[in-house]
């Protein structure tokens, strides 16, 4: 058995626990010793991140080549169209190429969501709206490329789940931990 953590990500905390002139880091969250990241989210995404001292469910988690699936909650720039969800669930080319087909819907705001700090701004004559995206790769920022080529830009990227391990439970800035 492994022990894994759960930790719902804020936004602006980046992923290492050494400080940072400008960031917060995980060691303001978590005071577990020898654990690491299994993948990344950038500073201004925020959900879930899994941390482990087990480099094989580590690389298990975060490895491309495994394919474990992860979905976001992005909310986009203006109302997203039926044609670029279907891009989206096809591929999209990118600078570094093809992506692999994802898993996509339109979604409303998702339930009993945290309140972002700073809020997204906010536009009167500009719309918004929420997808849920599934992706089994891991390109840097490819999810915000991928909303950006179709042509609505990314405003807030929340992973919510990371194969079936879910942050829906878990408070924002909180974490759990779990026997793998």
Known sequence: ?????????????????SPHEKHQCLADYISVKNVYPAGRLDHDSEGLLLLTADG????????????????YWVQVDNQITEEAIE????GVVLKDGLTKPAQCRIISEPENLWPRDPPV???KNIPTSWIELTIRE?????????TAAV????LRLIR?????????EIN????????V
């Open 56 to 71: 094989k469910l580590q690389n298990k988690i975060a490895d491309p080549k495994n394919k474990m699936a992860k979905t």
């Open 1 to 17: 058995m492994s022990q894994l953590i759960l930790f719902n990500k804020p936004f602006g905390v980046i992923c290492q626990f």
């Open 151 to 154: 042509g609505f830009p990314t």
């Open 172 to 179: 924002l800035g909180d974490h759990k931990t779990i026997e």
């Open 87 to 90: 891009k989206l669930r096809k």
């Open 121 to 123: 701004r906010f536009r």
């Open 138 to 146: 891991g390109r840097n920022r490819q999810v915000r490329r991928m």
């Open 160 to 168: 919510c789940k990371i194969g079936d391990w879910d942050v829906r």
